[in-house]
């Protein structure tokens, strides 16, 4: 029977609770705006820095994959060290790695900066979750994960436009100070909200099965990463990177069944609302950051938009994160699996549109997509958070956190890099097949309609006809990778159905 505290709503969260948080809110906020704002100001750190485009790639390249490295060590790190320590330790080494990040002289420096912001601020999130968890009673966690989810969904939005602002009035090394104010005030908070989270537990660290995960992890995303770049394996490196990470796959697989303390317990996966919600998390980090990555691009360099009005309209995502706020918690009560559902539906619906478009894309369609696509995702999100750790036993709780935020993490990256792979791509053979149609022997290029500036007959008209066939190519480039953004979404809305409805006891 649920007690009164339970069964009061919002209205019976007390004040340690609000503290609780409102600390893991800025911390996760803090999170995902390093997470978008490192790209907006790269190019600018290129040219300071005297750094070629392989070379500042690796500022982004090495930050996720310190972050995927970092996140399934969360639960064993949260064992050792209790949960305050740990979400102390967290704050801190993130907050000072982006100072370090701000001050950094040389292109070293600040990739091993951006290395250990990673790494620090890897269990952040699967560790507010997992406290959220432990600290609300199961009728106020639809709630409290709705607003986890909008902190976690928001900071992704807000670091552009905060970022674009900043970079303008100052450099880009203002970007990464502006971190630091917020990261000392969750500093505090953390002091203070979890003091009674100090409990400590000797577990032992499975090094073959955590080494085998990292270079697994490693691999596959300087795959991805570095793959069109390299030629595929045509190069050794790629050759290499491949043969590595299968291997250790391989013997983390059969580690993990034979240990008697396998690094990640497969028990977990027995768990079938745990199993399918680690999947849909994957999935959902997958549709979680792409449009993020590619629509600055598009709007730049496609129709000449400057940063701060790109920032401003793609804040609209933030504008759906917070209406779904107002109705996840009840709904994800009532009607998970429908929740779901719903929030796929309207990703997919967004994606399809942004694929419908042509070069003349609209402000109009930026703003309504952003807005139906950070809908979908805040509505998604929370059900399918409460509904995967809704049957799993509390002991588990902080390892499946970790489990489920390196899915989600490693979902993001992957397909982030895939999109970017089908963009360059689709712009390279697109703009080979156009190359093919002008010649001075088609008619179409004769007719009145035909601009005077774009000849055959002058360098400068050559350049002219080949800028506007780069667009239109680059166009068709960033409709094939929403295509796929689109297709990603709609797969996963079956796997609503399989999850269960059965709830934990509180």
């Known amino acids: 029977m649920e007690s009164t505290a339970d069964q009061g709503g919002l209205r019976s969260?007390?004040?340690?609770?609000?503290?609780?948080?409102?600390?893991?809110?800025?911390?996760?906020?803090?999170?995902?705006?390093?997470?978008?704002?490192?790209?907006?100001?790269?190019?600018?750190?290129r040219g300071t820095l005297s750094a070629t485009q392989d070379e500042i790639s690796w500022v982004i390249t090495l930050n996720l994959v310190a972050t995927a490295v970092a996140t399934p060590m969360t639960g064993w790190l949260a064992s050792r060290l209790g949960w305050r320590n740990m979400m102390l330790y967290t704050v801190i080494?993130?907050?000072?790695?982006?100072?370090?990040?701000?001050?950094?002289?040389?292109?070293?420096?600040?990739?091993?900066?951006?290395?250990?912001?990673?790494?620090?601020?890897?269990?952040?999130?699967?560790?507010?979750?997992?406290?959220?968890?432990?600290?609300f009673p199961v009728?106020?966690?639809?709630?409290?994960?709705?607003?986890?989810?909008?902190?976690?969904?928001?900071?992704?939005?807000?670091?552009?436009?905060?970022?674009?602002?900043?970079?303008?009035?100052?450099?880009w090394r203002a970007v990464f100070f502006m971190i630091v104010p917020p990261g000392i005030c969750a500093v505090v908070c953390v002091w203070f909200a979890l003091r009674d989270y100090t409990e400590k537990k000797s577990v032992k660290l499975d090094w073959?099965?955590?080494?085998?995960?990292?270079?697994?992890?490693?691999?596959?995303?300087?795959?991805?990463?570095?793959?069109?770049?390299?030629?595929?394996?045509?190069?050794?490196?790629?050759?290499?990177?491949?043969s590595g990470g299968v291997l250790a796959l391989w013997i983390f697989a059969v580690h993990c069944l034979t240990a008697k303390e396998p690094f990640l317990d497969p028990r977990l996966l027995r768990d079938r609302n745990f199993a399918i919600g680690t999947l849909l998390a994957f999935i959902m980090g997958m549709l979680s950051y792409v449009s993020l990555v590619l629509m600055p691009t598009l709007l730049h360099d496609l129709r000449g938009y400057p940063d701060e009005s790109i920032g401003i309209l793609i804040a609209s995502r933030g504008c759906g994160n917070w209406i779904a706020f107002l109705f996840v918690a009840k709904m994800t009560r009532i009607a998970p699996r429908f929740t779901i559902a719903?929030?796929?539906?309207?990703?997919?619906?967004?994606?399809?549109?942004?694929?419908?478009?042509?070069?003349?894309?609209?402000?109009?369609?930026?703003?309504?997509?952003?807005?139906?696509?950070?809908?979908?995702q805040s509505t998604a999100f929370t059900p399918i958070t409460v509904m995967a750790f809704t049957t799993l036993p509390k002991h588990q709780i902080a390892e499946g956190s970790g489990v489920f935020t390196l899915m989600r993490n490693f979902g993001s990256s992957l397909?982030?890099?895939?999109?970017?792979?089908?963009?360059?791509?689709?712009?390279?053979?697109?703009?080979?097949?156009?190359?093919?149609?002008?010649?001075?022997?088609?008619?179409?290029?004769?007719?009145?309609?035909?601009?005077?500036?774009?000849?055959?007959?002058?360098?400068?008209?050559?350049?002219?006809?080949?800028?506007?066939?780069?667009?239109?190519?680059?166009?068709?480039?960033?409709?094939?990778?929403?295509?796929?953004?689109a297709l990603a979404s709609a797969v996963a809305i079956p796997l609503s159905a399989l999850m269960s409805t059965k709830r934990r006891e509180a």
Request: with cysteine.
């Open 342 to 376: 719903l929030g796929l539906t309207l990703q997919a619906a967004s994606a399809f549109w942004l694929a419908t478009v042509n070069i003349n894309i609209t402000e109009h369609d930026v703003i309504w997509t952003n807005l139906l696509h950070g809908l979908g």
């Open 415 to 485: 397909f982030i890099s895939m999109c970017v792979l089908v963009l360059i791509r689709s712009t390279t053979i697109s703009y080979a097949e156009l190359a093919e149609l002008i010649t001075p022997y088609r008619e179409a290029l004769m007719l009145s309609a035909w601009p005077t500036t774009w000849t055959l007959d002058s360098t400068q008209g050559l350049m002219r006809i080949s800028g506007e066939m780069q667009r239109q190519a680059a166009m068709v480039g960033y409709i094939n990778a929403f295509y796929m953004l």
């Open 208 to 242: 073959t099965g955590f080494l085998a995960l990292s270079i697994a992890i490693v691999c596959a995303q300087l795959i991805f990463d570095r793959g069109q770049k390299l030629d595929w394996f045509e190069s050794m490196e790629m050759v290499l990177y491949a």
């Open 139 to 171: 009728r106020l966690q639809p709630a409290a994960m709705a607003m986890w989810g909008v902190g976690s969904v928001f900071g992704p939005v807000l670091g552009p436009i905060l970022g674009s602002l900043v970079a303008e009035a100052f450099n």
């Open 13 to 45: 969260i007390t004040g340690k609770q609000w503290l609780i948080l409102l600390m893991i809110q800025l911390a996760n906020m803090l999170f995902g705006m390093t997470i978008t704002v490192a790209n907006l100001v790269l190019p600018q750190v």
């Open 93 to 135: 080494g993130f907050t000072l790695s982006s100072f370090l990040c701000g001050i950094a002289n040389n292109l070293e420096t600040l990739i091993l900066a951006r290395v250990a912001q990673g790494a620090f601020g890897a269990p952040i999130m699967p560790m507010g979750q997992a406290i959220l968890l432990a600290t």
